[in-house]
C-alpha cells in the first residue's frame, strides 16, 4: 500500500544522489584546477571552457564547485559523526538511567543550546585559529545537544513500551535491553535527526565560511564563495549565484530525504 | 414492540450501496450492494467482526468515508430525500441537525480544547439558531437529560477532566441537541465499562422510545444488540448474511455464520466444555469472489455453494443469504 | 485441601499523581492462588486487576505487603533466586502489538526467553521454537514473520507462546481475549484450556469480561477501587453474589436470552 511512497524521498533521493555523484567525481577529476588563476578570464560567463563561468581570479567556478562538495560534505559528515557520537552516549544515559544523570546531562545540553551557535564558533577560532578541522568541532558540538534530546525523548518512550518490559520481566540485562529492544526502534528517528543536522551542519559551515571564520584557502567552501561574489554581483552573477544553488539544493535534497525515509519506515510498520 | 405502518415510508433507506477502497489500494469491494432500511423510532443493529464492512457502512451514510475510500454506486435516501448526491453544504446541514453521529471513543470525537459548554452549543448555534443564552439553557437541560447532574459545574470543564462514561453521555447530548430524527452510534459503548455501558444503552433506548428516535446501533457484541433492537442484521465479508427481528436472528438462527457467532460465545451453559469456534480466518478483501464468502469456513457447505453467490431470501421478514439455511431452532 | 501455589499478602501499589497526590491503586489486598486452577479477577477500569496483575507477576513493586510463592517470599528476592522465580511466574500481556517487539521475527520473539535463560543451543533452541509453534496451532511458516503482518489472533498466540518457553508453572493474563473478535475469542480460550491441561498450569485470569470468566474460571474475585470485594467459585457468584458491587456487576451482563429486552430493564443506576 501507498504508492505515495514518499515523493520527498525520490525527490531528494535524486538530489542527494547527484550532489554525491558531484562529491566522488570530485576526487578524480574536475575540469581546472581550482586555484589557478587564468587573469584574462575574470568574472567570465559561462561557456564552453568554463562550465559555470570564473571567479574574480579567473578560477574555475565548477571545479570549485565541486571540489567545495568535499568540504561541504566533510564537515558535514564529520560534524554529525561528532553529534551523533556524544548525543548517543548522553541521550540514552539521561534516559536510560534517568533521575541524577537525567537531570545533570539535560541541564548541560540546556547549556550548550543557549549559547549561540555563531559564538561559540567565534570563541573557538579566537583561541584557535579559523580552519576546517576548528569548523567540524565546533559545529560537531553544537549539534550534540539536538542529538541528545531525540535520543533521550526515544529511548524514555521506548522504555516504557510494553515489549520493554516484557523483555525486562524475563531478566534480560540492560545491555541487551538497549541493544536488541531499544536502539533497533529508534534506529529511523536517528536517521532523520542525522540527515537533519547534516544539512544544518553545512548551512552553519557556509555561514561561517562566508564570514571568513570557517574553512580557509586553499580548501575551497560555497560559503567563502558565496562572500567573494558579493562585490561582482552586477557584473557576474553566476558567480553568486551558483554557490547559493547548491547549498540550497544540498540542504533541500538532504531533508527531503531524511523525511522520505522516514515515511517509507513509518508505512511499513 | 413497535407497530410498523406499512404506508409511511421508511426514515432511511440504503439501496445497493458498494463502498470501495480507493483504486491505488487495489478498488477492493468493502460494503457489496448492501440494503437496508430503518423505520421512524426504530432501533436497528448492525453486527459483525472486524473486517466486515460496518463501520465503512455508517461512515458512508453522511458521506464521512476516508480518503482511501469511496462511495461508487447506491443510494442513501432519508427521509424520502436523496442525501448521497447532496453537496457538502447541504449535506452539512444535515448532519448533526437530522442525522447524528456518535463514535467509539469519545476522547478523540470529543475536542480536548474546547470546553463541554462550547462543544454543545457550537452545534446547536449553527443549526438551529439560538442566542447564546437561550443554547447555554439548552446546553444544561441536555446535560441534565443525559443523567448528568451539575450541568453548570459541567459546561466549564474539558473533556479531559471527565471520566470515560461521563465523556460518551456529553457526546450523545451533542448528538441530542438539535433532535435528530436519527442517530448512527458506532460501538458507542464499547470502550466503555460493562456498568457504564449499561447505564448508557438504558438511556438511548428511553430516548428513543420517548422521541421516536430512530437509531443505527453498530456493534460486535450481540449480548448488547439483543438486549437493544428491535431488528439485526447481521454482516459478513461487505454483506449482509442475515437480518430480521432480534428473536429471529439470535434464536431461530438461519445462517450458519450467525450460529457460528453464537457458538463461540462463552455463555453460562457452555462451562467446561469446548468452545465451537468457526474455522479460519475472514477472508481478506482481495479474496472476495462471486461465490458465497463464507464457503472456506461453513461447516455446513456443499460443492455447489461455490457455483454461484447466494442472495438474500426473505421470509416473513427474516431474511438469510444462503443455500441451506438452518432450520433447527436453537 | 487445596494447595496454595501463590499468595498475596496485604499487597498495595501507590502511584504519585501530581506533585503532591498519591493514588492508591491496590489497597492492601489478600489472594490465595490454588495449584492448577484458574483464578478470575474481574473489576473494571480503576479496581487495581491489572496492578495486582502485575505486582504478582513481579512486573511491578509492590509498595506494602508480599507474595509468596510455593511459601518463599517472592517479593524481595534479587539475583539467582530472583531468576529462578521468572522461571515459575510468567505474564501475558493484553495487546500483542505492543508487548512483542515490532523488530523482531516471530521465530526470535520466541527464542528470546531462551535465550535470556540460557537454555540450551541455538539448535535446541530453535527445535523448541517449532515445537511451540505447532502446541499453539501456527505454522512454521511464520517464523519469519513480524508481528505487524500477523493477525489478532496470531498475535496474541505468539504472546501466550512466548510465556510458556520457559515452562512456567504459574500464568498470569492480562485480558487475553479482550480485544479479539468473538470467534477468535473462542479459539484463544479453547487454546489456553488445552494448553493448561497439557502443561499443567495455575492461571490468573483478569478480565473485565464477566461471561468469559465464568467459563474460564473455578474461582472468580472481584475487584472494586483497588479492594477485593468478594472471592467465590464461579458458580456460586454467579448465583449468589454477596457485595453490592458484584450484584451490580451482575445486573449490567447484557445476555442473548429469550426474554429479549429484559436485562436492561435490570440495569437500575
Not at chain 3, 114 to 121: D, Q
Request: one cysteine or more; charged letters at 20%; aromatic letters at 6%.
Amino acid at each position: 500500500m501507498g504508492r505515495k511512497r514518499s515523493i520527498n524521498f525520490y525527490i531528494g533521493g535524486i538530489l542527494a544522489a547527484f550532489l554525491v555523484l558531484m562529491f566522488l567525481i570530485s576526487f578524480i577529476y574536475v575540469p581546472h584546477e581550482i586555484n589557478q588563476m587564468n587573469v584574462a578570464k575574470r568574472l567570465a560567463a559561462p561557456d564552453s571552457s568554463y562550465l559555470l563561468g570564473t571567479d574574480n581570479f579567473g578560477r574555475d567556478i565548477l571545479s570549485r564547485i565541486m571540489k567545495g562538495s568535499q568540504t561541504a560534505f566533510f564537515v558535514g559528515a564529520s560534524a554529525v559523526a561528532i553529534g551523533l557520537a556524544g548525543g548517543l552516549l548522553i541521550g540514552t544515559a539521561a534516559g536510560y538511567l534517568g533521575y541524577w544523570t537525567d537531570e545533570l546531562l539535560m541541564r548541560l545540553m540546556d547549556a550548550i543550546l543557549s549559547f549561540p551557535g555563531i559564538i561559540f564558533a567565534l570563541i573557538l577560532v579566537t583561541v584557535f585559529k579559523p580552519g576546517i578541522y576548528q569548523t567540524v568541532v565546533a559545529i560537531g558540538v553544537l549539534s550534540i545537544p539536538g542529538f541528545a534530546r531525540i535520543v533521550r525523548a526515544s529511548v524514555l518512550e521506548m522504555k516504557e513500551a510494553e515489549f520493554v518490559k516484557a523483555a525486562k520481566g524475563f531478566g534480560a540485562s540492560h545491555f541487551r535491553i538497549l541493544s536488541r529492544y531499544i536502539f533497533p526502534n529508534i534506529f529511523s528517528s536517528i536517521i532523520v535527526a542525522a540527515t537533519l543536522s547534516f544539512s544544518t551542519a553545512i548551512l552553519i559551515e557556509a555561514a561561517l565560511s562566508y564570514l571568513g571564520l570557517g574553512v580557509q584557502p586553499p580548501h575551497p567552501s560555497w560559503g567563502r564563495m558565496l562572500s567573494e561574489a558579493q562585490g561582482f554581483l552586477q557584473q557576474a552573477p553566476w558567480f553568486a549565484i551558483t554557490p547559493g544553488l547548491f547549498i540550497t539544493l544540498l540542504v533541500l535534497g538532504f531533508n527531503l530525504l531524511g523525511d522520505g525515509i522516514r515515511d517509507v519506515r513509518d508505512v511499513r510498520r | 414492540m413497535l407497530e410498523l405502518e406499512k404506508k409511511v415510508n421508511p426514515l432511511l433507506k440504503v439501496d445497493e450501496l458498494q463502498v470501495n477502497l480507493a483504486k491505488r489500494f487495489g478498488g477492493y469491494s468493502v460494503v457489496s450492494n448492501l440494503s437496508l432500511s430503518i423505520e421512524q423510532g426504530e432501533i436497528v443493529g448492525i453486527a459483525g467482526e472486524s473486517g466486515c464492512g460496518k463501520s465503512a457502512l455508517s461512515l458512508a451514510i453522511l458521506q464521512l468515508l476516508p480518503k482511501g475510500m469511496e462511495r461508487s454506486s447506491g443510494k442513501v435516501v432519508f427521509d424520502e430525500r436523496r442525501i448521497d448526491e447532496l453537496s457538502l453544504r447541504k449535506l452539512q446541514g444535515i448532519r448533526g441537525k437530522e442525522i447524528s453521529m456518535i463514535f467509539q471513543d469519545p476522547m478523540t470525537a470529543l475536542n480536548p480544547g474546547l470546553k463541554i459548554g462550547t462543544q454543545l452549543t457550537e452545534t446547536m448555534s449553527k443549526h438551529l439558531n439560538l442566542s447564546r443564552r437561550e443554547a447555554q439553557g439548552r446546553a444544561a437541560e441536555l446535560l441534565e437529560k443525559v443523567g448528568l447532574p451539575r450541568a453548570s459545574e459541567l459546561l466549564n470543564q474539558y473533556p479531559h477532566e471527565l471520566s470515560g462514561g461521563m465523556r460518551q453521555r456529553v457526546m450523545i447530548a451533542i448528538a441530542l441537541s438539535c433532535q435528530p430524527k436519527l442517530i448512527i452510534a458506532d460501538e458507542p459503548t464499547t470502550a466503555l465499562d460493562v456498568t457504564v455501558q449499561a447505564q448508557i444503552l438504558q438511556l438511548l433506548k428511553k430516548i428513543s422510545r420517548e422521541e421516536k428516535l430512530a437509531i443505527l446501533l453498530i456493534s460486535h457484541d450481540l449480548g448488547v444488540l439483543s438486549q437493544m433492537c428491535d431488528r439485526i442484521l447481521i454482516m459478513y465479508a461487505g454483506e449482509i448474511v442475515e437480518q430480521g427481528t432480534a428473536e429471529d436472528v439470535l434464536h431461530r438462527t438461519k445462517h450458519p455464520y450467525t450460529r457460528g457467532l453464537l457458538s463461540s460465545m462463552p455463555t453460562r451453559d457452555k462451562k467446561g466444555k469446548v468452545l465451537q469456534t468457526i474455522e479460519g480466518t475472514v477472508p481478506p478483501l482481495s479474496e472476495r469472489g462471486s461465490a458465497c464468502a463464507f464457503y472456506k469456513r461453513c461447516p455446513v457447505s456443499r460443492p455447489d455453494c461455490l457455483q454461484s453467490k447466494p442472495m438474500l431470501q426473505e421470509g416473513q421478514g427474516h431474511a438469510v443469504r444462503c443455500f441451506y439455511p438452518l432450520v433447527k431452532e436453537r | 485441601m487445596e494447595n496454595i501455589l501463590a499468595k498475596a499478602e496485604n499487597l498495595t501499589k501507590l502511584f504519585k499523581t501530581g506533585r503532591r497526590e498519591i493514588r492508591k491503586a491496590v489497597d492492601g489486598i489478600s489472594l490465595e492462588v490454588h495449584e492448577g486452577e484458574t483464578l478470575g479477577l474481574v473489576g473494571e477500569s480503576g479496581s487495581g486487576k491489572s496492578t495486582t496483575a502485575m505486582m504478582m507477576a513481579r512486573l511491578l513493586e509492590p509498595s506494602a505487603g508480599r507474595i509468596l510463592y510455593r511459601g518463599e517470599d517472592v517479593s524481595k528476592l534479587k539475583g539467582a533466586q530472583k531468576k529462578r522465580a521468572r522461571k515459575q511466574i510468567q505474564y501475558v500481556f493484553q495487546d500483542p502489538l505492543s508487548a512483542l517487539n515490532p523488530r523482531h521475527k516471530v521465530k526470535t520473539l520466541l527464542e528470546e526467553p531462551l535465550a535470556i535463560f540460557k537454555v540450551g543451543s541455538r539448535t535446541e533452541r530453535m527445535e523448541m521454537v517449532e515445537e511451540m509453534l505447532a502446541q499453539i496451532g501456527l505454522s512454521s511458516n511464520y517464523m519469519n514473520s513480524y508481528v505487524h503482518q500477523l493477525s489478532g489472533g496470531q498475535r496474541q498466540r505468539i504472546g501466550i507462546a512466548r510465556a510458556l518457553m520457559i515452562q512456567p508453572e504459574f500464568l498470569i493474563l492480562d485480558e487475553p481475549v479482550s480485544a479479539l473478535d468473538v470467534s477468535l475469542q473462542a479459539q484463544i480460550l479453547n487454546l489456553l484450556k488445552r494448553l493448561q491441561k497439557q502443561f499443567d498450569l495455575t492461571y490468573l485470569f483478569v478480565s473485565h469480561d464477566l461471561n468469559v470468566v465464568h467459563y474460564m474460571c473455578d474461582r472468580i474475585a472481584v475487584m472494586y477501587l483497588g479492594e477485593i470485594v468478594e472471592v467465590q467459585k464461579s458458580e456460586d457468584l454467579f448465583a449468589n453474589p454477596q457485595h453490592p458491587y458484584t450484584k451490580m456487576l451482575l445486573g449490567s451482563m447484557l445476555d442473548i436470552s429469550h426474554d429479549t429486552q429484559a436485562n436492561l430493564q435490570l440495569a437500575e443506576v
